[in-house]
Protein backbone atom coordinates (compact mmCIF):
# COMPACT_ATOMS: atom_id res chain seq x y z
CA UNK A 1 0.00 0.00 0.00
CA UNK A 2 1.08 3.51 -0.93
CA UNK A 3 -0.32 7.03 -1.09
CA UNK A 4 -0.88 8.62 -4.48
CA UNK A 5 -1.61 11.96 -5.47
CA UNK A 6 -4.93 12.27 -7.47
CA UNK A 7 -3.32 13.46 -10.48
CA UNK A 8 -1.21 10.74 -10.67
CA UNK A 9 -4.18 7.73 -10.72
CA UNK A 10 -4.10 5.81 -13.35
CA UNK A 11 -6.92 3.16 -14.54
CA UNK A 12 -6.50 -0.06 -13.01
CA UNK A 13 -4.74 0.68 -10.20
CA UNK A 14 -6.89 -1.10 -6.78
CA UNK A 15 -7.84 1.03 -3.74
CA UNK A 16 -6.13 -0.27 -0.77
CA UNK A 17 -8.58 1.94 1.74
CA UNK A 18 -12.50 3.15 1.46
CA UNK A 19 -12.56 7.21 0.28
CA UNK A 20 -14.82 9.23 2.20
CA UNK A 21 -16.47 12.54 1.76
CA UNK A 22 -16.09 15.29 4.36
CA UNK A 23 -19.71 14.32 5.17
CA UNK A 24 -18.38 10.65 5.94
CA UNK A 25 -20.10 9.00 3.50
CA UNK A 26 -18.57 6.30 1.30
CA UNK A 27 -17.07 7.43 -2.28
CA UNK A 28 -15.38 4.00 -3.23
CA UNK A 29 -14.56 0.94 -0.98
CA UNK A 30 -11.27 -0.72 -0.68
CA UNK A 31 -10.38 -2.97 -3.22
CA UNK A 32 -12.54 -1.32 -6.02
CA UNK A 33 -10.35 -1.23 -9.24
CA UNK A 34 -9.71 2.51 -10.65
CA UNK A 35 -11.38 3.52 -14.01
CA UNK A 36 -11.49 6.97 -15.93
CA UNK A 37 -15.02 7.40 -14.86
CA UNK A 38 -13.85 6.91 -10.94
CA UNK A 39 -10.54 9.11 -11.14
CA UNK A 40 -12.93 12.05 -12.65
CA UNK A 41 -15.45 11.93 -9.91
CA UNK A 42 -12.70 11.74 -6.95
CA UNK A 43 -11.47 14.68 -8.75
CA UNK A 44 -14.94 16.45 -8.98
CA UNK A 45 -14.92 15.68 -4.81
CA UNK A 46 -11.83 17.34 -4.35
CA UNK A 47 -9.85 14.48 -3.02
CA UNK A 48 -6.44 14.84 -2.89
CA UNK A 49 -4.57 11.80 -2.10
CA UNK A 50 -5.39 8.14 -1.71
CA UNK A 51 -4.21 5.13 -0.73
CA UNK A 52 -3.34 2.34 -3.82
CA UNK A 53 -1.98 -1.35 -4.03
CA UNK A 54 1.63 -1.02 -4.40
CA UNK A 55 5.32 -1.82 -2.59
CA UNK A 56 3.49 -3.22 0.82
CA UNK A 57 4.22 -1.84 3.84
CA UNK A 58 2.79 -4.84 5.96
CA UNK A 59 0.70 -2.62 8.61
CA UNK A 60 -2.34 -0.49 8.72
CA UNK A 61 -1.14 3.11 8.19
CA UNK A 62 -2.96 4.63 11.67
CA UNK A 63 -3.79 8.03 11.99
CA UNK A 64 -3.58 10.08 15.24
CA UNK A 65 -7.62 10.88 15.42
CA UNK A 66 -10.58 8.19 14.32
CA UNK A 67 -11.72 9.52 10.95
CA UNK A 68 -14.90 9.02 12.34
CA UNK A 69 -14.16 11.23 15.02
CA UNK A 70 -12.75 13.82 12.96
CA UNK A 71 -15.19 13.66 10.59
CA UNK A 72 -17.69 14.54 13.43
CA UNK A 73 -16.01 16.95 14.37
CA UNK A 74 -15.43 18.78 11.28
CA UNK A 75 -19.06 18.61 10.75
CA UNK A 76 -19.56 20.56 14.00
CA UNK A 77 -17.36 23.04 13.21
CA UNK A 78 -19.00 23.30 9.82
CA UNK A 79 -22.62 24.43 11.74
CA UNK A 80 -21.28 26.30 13.57
CA UNK A 81 -19.49 28.33 11.12
CA UNK A 82 -22.62 28.32 8.83
CA UNK A 83 -24.25 29.71 11.75
CA UNK A 84 -22.43 32.47 12.38
CA UNK A 85 -22.24 33.65 9.12
CA UNK A 86 -26.09 33.43 8.57
CA UNK A 87 -26.99 35.09 12.39
CA UNK A 88 -23.58 37.15 12.31
CA UNK A 89 -22.69 36.19 15.92
CA UNK A 90 -21.54 33.18 17.64
CA UNK A 91 -23.96 31.15 19.29
CA UNK A 92 -23.16 27.46 20.41
CA UNK A 93 -23.47 25.43 23.53
CA UNK A 94 -19.86 25.39 24.60
CA UNK A 95 -19.75 21.88 26.66
CA UNK A 96 -20.20 20.08 22.94
CA UNK A 97 -17.07 21.60 22.10
CA UNK A 98 -15.42 20.77 24.71
CA UNK A 99 -16.51 17.56 24.57
CA UNK A 100 -14.86 17.10 20.99
CA UNK A 101 -11.84 18.10 22.38
CA UNK A 102 -11.76 16.06 25.26
CA UNK A 103 -12.57 13.01 23.05
CA UNK A 104 -9.48 14.27 20.92
CA UNK A 105 -7.00 14.49 23.72
CA UNK A 106 -8.05 11.00 25.07
CA UNK A 107 -7.39 9.48 21.95
CA UNK A 108 -4.05 11.27 21.34
CA UNK A 109 -2.70 10.35 24.84
CA UNK A 110 -3.73 6.93 23.87
CA UNK A 111 -2.00 7.77 20.89
CA UNK A 112 1.32 9.11 22.25
CA UNK A 113 3.72 7.09 19.97
CA UNK A 114 2.02 7.93 16.67
CA UNK A 115 3.25 10.68 14.82
CA UNK A 116 1.03 13.23 12.44
CA UNK A 117 0.85 11.40 9.15
CA UNK A 118 -1.22 14.11 7.13
CA UNK A 119 -4.92 12.70 6.58
CA UNK A 120 -6.71 15.14 4.20
CA UNK A 121 -10.12 15.43 4.39
CA UNK A 122 -10.00 18.83 2.50
CA UNK A 123 -11.79 20.35 -0.65
CA UNK A 124 -12.25 23.22 -1.93
CA UNK A 125 -15.80 23.60 -0.37
CA UNK A 126 -15.29 22.62 2.97
CA UNK A 127 -11.46 24.17 3.75
CA UNK A 128 -11.78 26.07 6.46
CA UNK A 129 -14.38 23.41 8.16
CA UNK A 130 -11.15 20.77 7.93
CA UNK A 131 -8.78 22.91 8.34
CA UNK A 132 -9.83 23.97 11.72
CA UNK A 133 -10.11 20.20 12.99
CA UNK A 134 -6.38 19.40 11.73
CA UNK A 135 -5.24 22.44 13.50
CA UNK A 136 -6.73 21.72 16.17
CA UNK A 137 -5.57 18.01 16.33
CA UNK A 138 -1.86 19.61 15.56
CA UNK A 139 -2.00 21.83 18.71
CA UNK A 140 -3.37 19.33 21.08
CA UNK A 141 -0.25 17.02 20.29
CA UNK A 142 1.33 20.17 20.55
CA UNK A 143 0.34 20.92 24.10
CA UNK A 144 0.55 17.40 25.08
CA UNK A 145 4.66 17.45 23.90
CA UNK A 146 5.07 20.87 25.99
CA UNK A 147 3.26 19.13 28.97
CA UNK A 148 -0.10 21.12 29.29
CA UNK A 149 -2.81 19.48 31.73
CA UNK A 150 -6.04 18.36 30.60
CA UNK A 151 -7.78 21.41 31.65
CA UNK A 152 -5.35 23.55 29.58
CA UNK A 153 -5.64 21.37 26.48
CA UNK A 154 -8.95 22.03 26.65
CA UNK A 155 -9.28 25.62 26.32
CA UNK A 156 -6.15 25.28 23.86
CA UNK A 157 -8.36 22.75 21.40
CA UNK A 158 -11.70 24.76 21.81
CA UNK A 159 -9.53 28.11 20.84
CA UNK A 160 -8.15 25.95 17.65
CA UNK A 161 -11.53 25.37 16.74
CA UNK A 162 -12.28 28.54 16.32
CA UNK A 163 -9.10 30.27 15.63
CA UNK A 164 -10.39 30.95 12.00
CA UNK A 165 -14.28 32.38 12.73
CA UNK A 166 -13.52 35.86 11.84
CA UNK A 167 -13.60 34.13 8.15
CA UNK A 168 -17.04 33.78 8.83
CA UNK A 169 -17.25 37.44 8.14
CA UNK A 170 -14.65 38.03 4.84
CA UNK A 171 -16.97 38.05 1.36
CA UNK A 172 -16.55 34.49 -0.42
CA UNK A 173 -15.04 36.26 -3.50
CA UNK A 174 -11.92 37.21 -1.09
CA UNK A 175 -11.85 34.22 0.37
CA UNK A 176 -11.79 31.95 -2.86
CA UNK A 177 -10.14 34.41 -5.27
CA UNK A 178 -8.06 31.89 -7.49
CA UNK A 179 -5.35 34.59 -7.74
CA UNK A 180 -3.25 36.73 -5.92
CA UNK A 181 -4.71 38.76 -3.48
CA UNK A 182 -4.36 43.05 -4.13
CA UNK A 183 -3.23 44.89 -1.24
CA UNK A 184 -6.73 46.58 -0.14
CA UNK A 185 -8.18 42.64 -0.43
CA UNK A 186 -5.60 41.53 1.94
CA UNK A 187 -6.32 44.50 3.76
CA UNK A 188 -9.92 42.78 4.42
CA UNK A 189 -8.62 39.48 4.50
CA UNK A 190 -6.52 39.89 7.97
CA UNK A 191 -9.62 41.91 9.39
CA UNK A 192 -10.59 37.89 10.30
CA UNK A 193 -8.57 37.97 13.42
CA UNK A 194 -10.12 41.04 15.08
CA UNK A 195 -13.72 40.32 13.59
CA UNK A 196 -13.06 36.76 15.11
CA UNK A 197 -12.12 37.90 18.21
CA UNK A 198 -15.18 40.04 18.78
CA UNK A 199 -17.43 37.03 18.00
CA UNK A 200 -15.98 34.79 20.31
CA UNK A 201 -15.62 37.64 23.45
CA UNK A 202 -19.48 38.17 22.69
CA UNK A 203 -20.22 34.74 23.06
CA UNK A 204 -21.72 32.97 26.39
CA UNK A 205 -18.99 30.87 28.16
CA UNK A 206 -16.04 30.73 26.16
CA UNK A 207 -12.96 32.54 27.69
CA UNK A 208 -10.79 35.47 26.74
CA UNK A 209 -7.86 32.97 25.90
CA UNK A 210 -10.15 31.44 23.37
CA UNK A 211 -10.74 34.92 21.86
CA UNK A 212 -7.35 35.72 21.91
CA UNK A 213 -5.93 33.02 19.36
CA UNK A 214 -8.43 34.12 17.11
CA UNK A 215 -7.16 37.48 17.71
CA UNK A 216 -3.03 36.45 17.77
CA UNK A 217 -2.53 33.63 15.55
CA UNK A 218 -1.24 35.60 12.76
CA UNK A 219 1.08 37.93 15.22
CA UNK A 220 4.73 36.71 14.42
CA UNK A 221 7.50 36.31 17.49
CA UNK A 222 9.67 39.16 15.85
CA UNK A 223 6.66 41.15 15.56
CA UNK A 224 6.30 40.84 11.68
CA UNK A 225 2.59 39.50 11.96
CA UNK A 226 -0.92 41.52 12.24
CA UNK A 227 -3.09 42.64 13.08
CA UNK A 228 -1.15 44.61 15.84
CA UNK A 229 2.70 43.63 15.25
CA UNK A 230 3.50 42.40 18.85
CA UNK A 231 6.52 40.69 19.49
CA UNK A 232 7.19 37.61 22.09
CA UNK A 233 5.68 36.76 24.79
CA UNK A 234 3.26 39.83 24.44
CA UNK A 235 1.81 36.50 22.16
CA UNK A 236 0.50 34.40 24.14
CA UNK A 237 1.56 30.45 24.01
CA UNK A 238 -1.39 28.97 23.17
CA UNK A 239 -1.70 31.63 19.97
CA UNK A 240 1.59 30.32 19.11
CA UNK A 241 1.00 26.96 19.07
CA UNK A 242 -1.98 27.90 17.47
CA UNK A 243 -0.04 29.92 15.10
CA UNK A 244 2.62 26.83 13.50
CA UNK A 245 0.09 24.50 13.56
CA UNK A 246 -2.40 27.08 11.26
CA UNK A 247 0.71 27.29 9.24
CA UNK A 248 1.90 24.08 8.44
CA UNK A 249 -1.76 22.62 7.62
CA UNK A 250 -2.21 25.73 5.10
CA UNK A 251 0.63 25.36 3.45
CA UNK A 252 0.17 21.59 2.77
CA UNK A 253 -3.28 21.81 1.51
CA UNK A 254 -4.25 22.57 -1.98
CA UNK A 255 -6.32 25.64 -2.63
CA UNK A 256 -7.58 27.72 -5.43
CA UNK A 257 -4.72 30.06 -5.57
CA UNK A 258 -1.96 27.37 -5.37
CA UNK A 259 -0.87 23.57 -5.18
CA UNK A 260 0.17 22.41 -1.88
CA UNK A 261 3.20 22.28 -0.55
CA UNK A 262 4.59 18.42 0.32
CA UNK A 263 5.10 17.91 3.72
CA UNK A 264 8.25 17.59 3.49
CA UNK A 265 8.40 20.88 2.49
CA UNK A 266 6.61 22.22 4.97
CA UNK A 267 8.53 21.13 7.83
CA UNK A 268 11.11 22.67 6.18
CA UNK A 269 9.62 26.25 6.24
CA UNK A 270 8.09 25.28 9.98
CA UNK A 271 11.68 23.86 11.14
CA UNK A 272 13.29 27.64 10.35
CA UNK A 273 10.10 29.23 12.46
CA UNK A 274 11.97 29.02 16.03
CA UNK A 275 12.13 32.72 17.75
CA UNK A 276 10.56 34.28 14.58
CA UNK A 277 7.02 32.52 13.72
CA UNK A 278 6.91 31.49 17.03
CA UNK A 279 9.34 30.91 20.18
CA UNK A 280 11.67 27.98 19.54
CA UNK A 281 10.44 25.28 22.55
CA UNK A 282 6.94 25.74 20.43
CA UNK A 283 8.68 24.92 17.47
CA UNK A 284 10.66 22.14 18.77
CA UNK A 285 7.18 20.91 20.32
CA UNK A 286 5.47 21.31 17.09
CA UNK A 287 7.81 19.62 15.05
CA UNK A 288 7.97 16.69 17.51
CA UNK A 289 5.29 15.54 16.32
CA UNK A 290 5.44 15.63 12.22
CA UNK A 291 6.35 12.71 10.03
CA UNK A 292 8.16 14.91 7.61
CA UNK A 293 7.75 11.61 5.28
CA UNK A 294 4.38 10.84 6.14
CA UNK A 295 3.73 7.08 5.77
CA UNK A 296 3.61 5.60 1.86
CA UNK A 297 5.77 8.29 0.49
CA UNK A 298 8.15 7.14 -2.31
CA UNK A 299 11.88 8.11 -1.44
CA UNK A 300 15.34 8.05 -2.55
CA UNK A 301 18.28 7.86 0.15
CA UNK A 302 21.58 9.60 0.02
CA UNK A 303 23.20 6.21 -0.60
CA UNK A 304 20.89 5.81 -3.78
CA UNK A 305 18.74 3.36 -2.71
CA UNK A 306 15.14 3.79 -3.45
CA UNK A 307 11.80 2.89 -1.22
CA UNK A 308 8.42 4.15 0.84
CA UNK A 309 8.46 5.65 4.27
CA UNK A 310 7.09 3.03 6.32
CA UNK A 311 6.82 5.10 9.99
CA UNK A 312 7.96 7.81 11.54
CA UNK A 313 9.36 7.58 15.46
CA UNK A 314 8.49 10.74 17.07
CA UNK A 315 11.40 12.53 17.55
CA UNK A 316 12.90 11.69 14.58
CA UNK A 317 11.21 13.28 11.89
CA UNK A 318 13.04 13.52 9.24
CA UNK A 319 14.37 9.78 9.79
CA UNK A 320 11.34 7.25 8.70
CA UNK A 321 11.42 3.47 8.43
CA UNK A 322 12.19 2.90 4.55
CA UNK A 323 11.12 -0.17 2.98
CA UNK A 324 13.56 -1.18 0.49
CA UNK A 325 12.75 -2.33 -3.02
CA UNK A 326 15.78 -0.67 -5.15
CA UNK A 327 19.24 -0.56 -4.19
CA UNK A 328 21.50 2.02 -5.48
CA UNK A 329 22.23 0.30 -9.33
CA UNK A 330 18.11 0.54 -9.75
CA UNK A 331 17.61 -2.96 -9.86
CA UNK A 332 14.93 -4.21 -7.61
CA UNK A 333 16.01 -5.87 -4.51
CA UNK A 334 16.17 -9.82 -4.11
CA UNK A 335 13.91 -9.43 -1.18
CA UNK A 336 12.22 -6.05 0.18
CA UNK A 337 13.29 -5.15 3.36
CA UNK A 338 13.62 -2.32 6.29
CA UNK A 339 16.11 0.33 6.59
CA UNK A 340 15.39 2.46 9.78
CA UNK A 341 17.27 5.88 9.06
CA UNK A 342 16.87 6.80 13.22
CA UNK A 343 19.20 3.87 13.59
CA UNK A 344 21.96 4.80 10.74
CA UNK A 345 24.13 7.70 11.07
CA UNK A 346 24.92 9.10 7.53
CA UNK A 347 21.67 8.01 5.68
CA UNK A 348 18.70 10.04 5.54
CA UNK A 349 16.59 10.96 2.48
CA UNK A 350 18.14 12.71 -0.53
CA UNK A 351 14.87 13.84 -2.28
CA UNK A 352 11.13 12.86 -2.62
CA UNK A 353 10.25 10.49 -5.59
CA UNK A 354 7.23 11.80 -7.68
CA UNK A 355 5.31 8.98 -9.53
CA UNK A 356 6.17 10.17 -12.81
CA UNK A 357 9.19 7.30 -12.46
CA UNK A 358 7.93 5.74 -15.56
CA UNK A 359 9.24 2.42 -15.38
CA UNK A 360 9.94 2.59 -11.49
CA UNK A 361 6.96 3.32 -10.48
CA UNK A 362 4.95 1.05 -12.96
CA UNK A 363 6.83 -1.88 -11.66
CA UNK A 364 6.42 -0.93 -7.84
CA UNK A 365 2.64 -1.39 -8.66
CA UNK A 366 3.01 -4.53 -9.98
CA UNK A 367 5.20 -5.91 -6.83
CA UNK A 368 2.94 -7.25 -4.30
Known amino acids: MRKIEISSLRPGMVLSSAIYNSRGEELLRAGKQLTDTYIQQLLKQGVTVVWVDGAQ ?15 AAVNQVRNILVNAKESGRLVIEPQTLYNTVGEFTEQLLNNKNLIFNLVDL ?12 NVCTLALMTGITLGYSREELEVLGV ?8 KVKIPDEILNKPGALTSEEFGIMKKHTILGYELIRNAENIGEIQALMALQHHENYDGSGYPAGIQSDRIHEYSQVVAIADR ?12 AFPPHEAFEMCLAAGNYYVKENVAK ?9 PAGTLVELNNGMIGVSV ?10 LVRIFYNNQYKPV ?27 SKELHLRD
Open 285 to 293: AFMYNIAAY
Open 334 to 360: TKQYDLPLFEKPGLCVLKVLQDSLGYK
Open 57 to 71: IGQQVNDVIKWQTRL
Open 159 to 166: GALLHDLG
Open 248 to 259: FDAITANRVYRK
Open 311 to 320: DTPKGYSLYP
Open 122 to 133: RSQDDYTFAHSV
